[in-house]
T-cell receptor
Framework: SQKIEQNSEALNIQEGKTATLTCNYTNYSPAYLQWYRQDPGRGPVFLLLIRENEKEKRKERLKVTFDTTLKQSLFHITASQPADSATYLCALVYGGATNKLIFGTGTLLAVQP | NAGVTQTPKFQVLKTGQSMTLQCAQDMNHNSMYWYRQDPGMGLRLIYYSASEGTTDKGEVPNGYNVSRLNKREFSLRLESAAPSQTSVYFC?????????????FGPGTRLTVL
């Protein structure tokens, strides 16, 4: 069965530094992968999508890479701010047109001022 | 637009009781989903509806039923609640797009079964 792993440990970094979060998957070849942000007590919010034929995608201070050989996606937040503190979820799309998602357990990012 | 709304926000049930979680979206989306989120498990798909009038099982459907009442509304029913169904439940929706497939999530329902 498909399996997605994200850093189980919380990631603590200093404000202004770059945060790098990892998403590894097995037993699957997704057409694309999504990243979501989740704040405590709230539903996930979509951030970025990257397709299998895209090596890298950027949106403002966010950057996502997708290595289908390594079966890994990296999510970077540059010039991090305390407001970036949240849990970040990686999700693989499967099921063709039904667009079902398999989520990782998420990585808690804490940016210290 | 309110996006995706869910009711209730919190609920406590006793084992064996039944209840229905409500979800509605005002974005004219075709697809709707129900997930549960448990510590250390991530979000898991319970049921989904690809379009009005259709529903199908996800990864963890046992103990649940769903109804796609119309294009806007997708409800999740627990017929006989069990402590293992204590969780946070999220509803999501997705529109038809050739270039984007993001899902929009509601705020969640926090359910405790005693």
């Amino acid at each position: 069965s498909q399996k997605i792993e994200q850093n189980s440990e919380a990631l603590n970094i200093q404000e202004g530094k770059t945060a790098t979060l990892t998403c590894n998957y097995t037993n699957y070849s997704p057409a694309y992968l999504q990243w979501y942000r989740q704040d405590p007590g709230r539903g996930p919010v979509f951030l970025l999508l990257i397709r299998e034929n895209e090596k890298e995608k950027r949106k403002e201070r966010l950057k996502v890479t997708f290595d289908t050989t390594l079966k890994q996606s990296l999510f970077h937040i540059t010039a991090s701010q305390p407001a970036d503190s949240a849990t970040y979820l990686c999700a693989l799309v499967y099921g063709g047109a039904t667009n079902k998602l398999i989520f990782g357990t998420g990585t808690l990012l804490a940016v210290q001022p | 637009n309110a996006g995706v709304t869910q009711t209730p926000k919190f609920q406590v049930l006793k084992t064996g009781q039944s209840m229905t979680l409500q979800c509605a979206q005002d974005m004219n989306h075709n697809s709707m989903y129900w997930y549960r989120q448990d510590p250390g498990m991530g979000l898991r798909l319970i049921y989904y509806s690809a379009s009005e009038g259709t529903t199908d099982k996800g990864e963890v459907p046992n103990g649940y039923n769903v109804s796609r009442l119309n294009k806007r509304e997708f409800s999740l029913r627990l017929e006989s609640a069990a402590p293992s169904q204590t969780s946070v439940y999220f509803c999501a929706s997705r529109g038809l797009s050739l270039s984007y497939n993001e899902q929009f999530f509601g705020p969640g329902t926090r359910l405790t079964v005693l």
